[in-house]
C-alpha cells in the first residue's frame, strides 16, 4: 500500500499532513504555504484557482470566488457560477485535488488513500458528502474522524499518561468541544458538543461592519451595497484581527476604496483591541454552553481536566484564551500548533490504517473511540420516542430492548427510527421505518419484540427487529442520515433544553392514560375471574370505579388532558386501586 495523507478540511483553510519517519510532517502547498485557504475562484478566462491564488483575486472577482463551501456540505443547494451549476461537493473536491496535488508533488509519489476529518457535530449527511467530495477528488477515503479526536490524537503521542482533555475548537466557521480520555492505549470521545455558526467568519463580520459604520460617519460614504469594496475591507479585517492577535492596535488603510462624483475615498482606520473585544464579547460568549453541556454529558467537572487543548485559528485571540482561562480555572496547553495538529491527528490515523507506522510506535497499539452525537430511538404508543442509544455513546455501538404490540391480535409492527433529543418523535427527525409482520396472533402486550441498533466504527446504523416467539426479523440499514443540516442538529439540542419542562408535562399525562388503560385490563380481569366469590358490596364498588374510570379514559384525550382533568383521573384511579387491590397485584 502507498503513503496515505491526513486532510484537514477547514472552512477557512485546510492542511494536509503525511507520516515521514514515522513522524507526521506538514506538506507545504506549492504557493510555499503550510495551511491552504479553503476557497475556489473561477476566473474570466475560465480557469479554476484554489488556494491562495483564489484568495488574493477575490476582491477583483467576488460573484465568482467561493469562500466557507464547507458551511454547505450535506445540503442540497447549489451554486450557480458562470452559467454552471456545483453541488458543495464538486467545490470541495478542487480544494481536495490541489492537497492531493500538493502532497505528490511533495512525495514524488501518486497518493489515493486519505484520512479526512469533520467537525464532531457534522451528522450523516455531511460526513457522507465530505466522503463523496473525497471521491469526486479521486481519493480513497478510508476513515473519516472527527477533528478534536484528531487534534487529541496528535497530542496524545507525546503524552503517556492517562489524563482528560478538553479540545476547544475555534475555527473559520465552526465551534466544537470535546471531552477526551486519553488512555495508554486508548482514546475515548467522552462528549462532544458545539456551535456550527460560530467561527472566525463572525469575527470578521463583525469588524467589517464597525469599519463600514466608520467610514460612512466619518467619510460621509455608504459602500454597504458595492459588494467589491466589501470584500477588500473585510480582508483587511481579517488581518487586522490577526494583528489584534499580537498587537494592542490595527491600522486598515484601503486607499481608493471607492470614488464618489469624482472624489476618491480612502480608508484610514486604526482599531484598538479593546474595541476589538468590545465588538466581539458576545460571539466569545457564546462558547460558555456548549462546554457546560460537553462537561455534563461527560458527567465531570473542570477540576478532572488535566489539559485543555486549543486548536483553530481563532483561538490565537488573547479574549478567547481569557475566557478559557477564566471558565475553566486553568491555563490553556501550549504545545500545539492549533492550525497543524488536526491534520498531523488525521495523518498518524491515516499511516495507522495503511500500516505504516513504524513498529514501536505508540499510536499503533491505540484505539480510537469515537461517539454519536444525537440519541436514536424508536416510536412508542402516545408518539413517545424511547431511546435505544443515548447522545454521546461511544461507538460502534449495540443496544438491544424488547417491545411487545398495543392491540389485540396485532400481526404486524412498524418500526419507526428517529434521532434528536426530545421525548415525542414529532419533534425529532425520522430517519427510516420498516414493518416486521407475521408476528404470532396474541392479546396485547404478549408478543416479544428484539429491537437491536447498530451503530459501526463509520457512524452508520443498522436496525433489526424480530419476533422472539416466531423468529421472525426485518432490518434496515440507515446509510444516509441525510438532510439533517448541522443547524438542525443544534436546534435539537437547543429545544430540547428549552422544551424540556414542557415534555415532561406532556410525558406525565402520557403515562398517567396508559397506567389507567392497563388498569382497567386488570380490573376487568379480575372482575371475570373473581365475581362470583366476592362481597356484593366489594363487587358493586369495583364495578364502579372500573366503569368510572373507563368513561374518563375514553373521553380524556392526552394530549389534550388539563390540570384538572388530571386530577380526575388519579383520584379514580386510586379508587379502582382501592377497590380491586385484595385480587391483583396494582403495585
Ligand atoms: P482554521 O479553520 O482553524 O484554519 O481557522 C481559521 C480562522 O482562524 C480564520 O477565521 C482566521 O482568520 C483565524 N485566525 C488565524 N490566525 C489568527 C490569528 N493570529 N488571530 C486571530 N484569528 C486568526
Known amino acids: 500500500m502507498g503513503r496515505a495523507i491526513g486532510i484537514d478540511l477547514g472552512t477557512t483553510n485546510s492542511c494536509v499532513a503525511v507520516l515521514e519517519g514515522g513522524e507526521p510532517t506538514i506538506i507545504t502547498s506549492s504557493e510555499g504555504l503550510r495551511t491552504t485557504p479553503s476557497v475556489v475562484a473561477f476566473t474570466k478566462k475560465g480557469e479554476i484557482l484554489v488556494g491562495d491564488p483564489a484568495k488574493r483575486q477575490a476582491a477583483m472577482n467576488s460573484e465568482n470566488t467561493v469562500f466557507s463551501i464547507k458551511r454547505r456540505m450535506g445540503t442540497d443547494s447549489r451554486l450557480h457560477i458562470q452559467g454552471k451549476k456545483y453541488s458543495p461537493e464538486e467545490i470541495s473536491a478542487m480544494i481536495l485535488r490541489k492537497l492531493k496535488k500538493d502532497a505528490e508533488s511533495y512525495l514524488g509519489e501518486s497518493v489515493s488513500d486519505a484520512v479526512i476529518t469533520v467537525p464532531a457535530y457534522f451528522n450523516d449527511a455531511q460526513r457522507q458528502a465530505t466522503k463523496d467530495a473525497g471521491r469526486i477528488a479521486g481519493l480513497n477515503v478510508m476513515r473519516i474522524i472527527n477533528e478534536p479526536t484528531a487534534a487529541a490524537f496528535a497530542y496524545g503521542l507525546n503524552n503517556g499518561e492517562s489524563q482528560k482533555v478538553l479540545v476547544y475548537d475555534l475555527g473559520g466557521g465552526t465551534f466544537d468541544v470535546s471531552i477526551i480520555e486519553i488512555g495508554e492505549d486508548l482514546i475515548e470521545v467522552l462528549a462532544t ?31 454597504s451595497h458595492d459588494s467589491a469594496a466589501i470584500m477588500r475591507v473585510r480582508e483587511e479585517a481579517e488581518n487586522a484581527k490577526k494583528t489584534l492577535s499580537t498587537a494592542t492596535t490595527a491600522t486598515v488603510n484601503l486607499p481608493f476604496l471607492t470614488v464618489t462624483h469624482n472624489t476618491p475615498h480612502h480608508m484610514n482606520i486604526t482599531i484598538t483591541r479593546a474595541k476589538f473585544e468590545e465588538l466581539t464579547h458576545d460571539l466569545i460568549e457564546r462558547t460558555s454552553l456548549p462546554v457546560q453541556n460537553a462537561l455534563r454529558d461527560a458527567k465531570i467537572s473542570a477540576r478532572d481536566l488535566s489539559k ?14 481569557e475566557k478559557v482561562r477564566r471558565m475553566l480555572g486553568m491555563e490553556p496547553s501550549r504545545n500545539i500548533n492549533p492550525d497543524e495538529c488536526v491534520a498531523m491527528g488525521a495523518a498518524i490515523q491515516a499511516g495507522k490504517l495503511t500500516g505504516n507506522l513504524p513498529a514501536d510506535s505508540t499510536a499503533n497499539a491505540m484505539i480510537l473511540m469515537d461517539v454519536t452525537p444525537l440519541s436514536l430511538s424508536i416510536e412508542t404508543v402516545g ?59 396474541a392479546m396485547a402486550g404478549v408478543p416479544q419484540i428484539e429491537v437491536t441498533f447498530d451503530i459501526d466504527a463509520n457512524g452508520i446504523l443498522t436496525v433489526s427487529a424480530r419476533d422472539m416467539g416466531t423468529g421472525k426479523a426485518q432490518q434496515i440499514t440507515i446509510s444516509s442520515r441525510s438532510n439533517l443540516s448541522d443547524s438542525e442538529i443544534e436546534k435539537a439540542i437547543h429545544d430540547a433544553q428549552m422544551y424540556e419542562s414542557d415534555d415532561s408535562n406532556r410525558m406525565e399525562r402520557f403515562t398517567l392514560h396508559s397506567d389507567c388503560e392497563s388498569l382497567l385490563m386488570k380490573a376487568q380481569h379480575a372482575l371475570n375471574a373473581n365475581g362470583k366469590q366476592m362481597d356484593r358490596q366489594e363487587k358493586k364498588r369495583l364495578k364502579s370505579a372500573i366503569a368510572q374510570l373507563r368513561r374518563s379514559v375514553t373521553k380524556i384525550k392526552p394530549a389534550s388532558m388539563t390540570d384538572e382533568q388530571m386530577q380526575t383521573l388519579q383520584a379514580q384511579k386510586s379508587e379502582l386501586e382501592d377497590a380491586v387491590s385484595g385480587y391483583v397485584n396494582v403495585g
Open 193 to 223: 458538543s458545539g456551535d456550527n455558526h460560530l467561527g472566525g467568519d463572525d469575527f470578521d463580520d463583525r469588524l467589517t461592519d464597525y469599519l463600514i459604520s466608520e467610514f460612512r460617519r466619518t467619510e460621509h460614504v455608504d459602500i
Open 308 to 321: 485543555i487543548l486549543l486548536v483553530g485559528g481563532s483561538t490565537r485571540i488573547p479574549a478567547v484564551q
Open 383 to 441: 408518539g413517545i420516542a424511547t431511546h435505544l442509544i443515548e447522545r454521546n455513546t461511544t461507538i460502534p455501538a449495540r443496544h438491544s430492548q424488547i417491545f411487545t404490540t398495543a392491540a389485540n391480535f396485532q400481526t404486524s409492527v412498524d418500526i419507526k427510527v428517529y434521532q434528536g433529543e426530545r421525548q415525542f418523535v414529532k419533534d425529532n427527525t425520522l430517519l427510516g421505518n420498516f414493518r416486521l409482520s407475521g408476528i404470532k396472533r
